[in-house]
C-alpha cells in the first residue's frame, strides 16, 4: 500500500537562519541573562586575540587587537578543574572549565579562533578566552584575568541552542588592567 510519493526537508539549500531553531536563539539568550542579572554567573569570558610585534608568538611586544565580551555570559561548569598548585616559581593555576549554554549565534569558527576559510590564528597571533572574578561590590576593571586556551573543539547542540567547550588555563594572563604582560 502506497501513500505516493513524500517530501523530505533537506539541509543542503536550505536557509537555516529562517528555521524557527534558529529563530529562537535570541529568546533563549535572553533567558539565560536572567542569571546574569540575579548574581549568579559572577563572571566575565571575553575572547581575545593579541599579536606579537616580532613576526611569531614570543618575540617582541604582545599587543591586544581583539578583546569581545562573550554574551549573555555562558555557564562555566568543572571550575573545580583548576587547581592552585606550587612550584619553582611560585603559585600557579592548572586544570580545565567547561563552557555551556554559549549562544547559537556564535559561529564555529569564532568561537575557536579560526578565520572564516577555517584557517588557525597567524605565527605572531594568540587567540584564547579570558575569565574575570570581580571582587563583590566592584566592576570588572582590575580584577584579575584568567587565560584560557581551547582544549576541545565547540560542539553545538541545537536542541539547546547552544554551543560547549572545554579550556585549559593556561600559565600566563594579562594584567589586571587589561594590558599585556605575561608575555
Known amino acids: ?10 539541509l543542503n539549500g536550505m536557509d537555516l537562519s529562517k528555521t524557527l531553531g534558529r529563530r529562537l536563539i535570541n529568546t533563549v539568550d535572553r533567558l539565560r541573562d536572567i542569571p546574569v542579572r540575579f548574581g549568579l554567573r559572577p563572571y566575565e569570558v571575553h575572547v581575545v586575540r593579541t599579536r606579537w610585534t616580532g613576526g611569531e608568538r614570543g618575540v617582541g611586544y604582545e599587543v591586544v587587537i581583539f578583546d569581545e565580551a562573550v554574551l549573555p555570559t555562558p ?5 573545580d578543574g583548576v587547581s592552585r598548585v606550587v612550584n619553582i616559581v611560585g603559585l600557579d593555576e592548572i586544570g580545565s572549565v567547561r563552557l555551556e549554554q554559549v549562544s547559537g549565534r556564535y ?26 572574578f570581580p571582587t563583590p561590590g566592584t566592576i570588572t576593571d582590575g580584577a584579575p584575568r584568567r ?9 553545538y547542540d541545537a536542541s539547546r541552542f547552544q554551543w560547549s567547550l572545554s579550556l585549559e588555563r593556561s600559565h600566563v594572563d594579562r594584567l589586571n588592567d587589561g594590558s599585556p604582560g605575561g608575555g
Open 1 to 10: 500500500m502506497s501513500c505516493g510519493p513524500t517530501r523530505f526537508s533537506q
Open 75 to 79: 555557564l562555566i561548569t568543572s571550575l
Open 107 to 132: 559561529a564555529e569558527g569564532y568561537l575557536s579562533g579560526t578565520d572564516e576559510n577555517g584557517n588557525p590564528p597567524d605565527p605572531d597571533t594568540n587567540f584564547y578566552y579570558e575569565v574575570q
Open 147 to 155: 587565560r584560557f586556551f581551547p582544549s576541545s573543539a565547540p560542539s
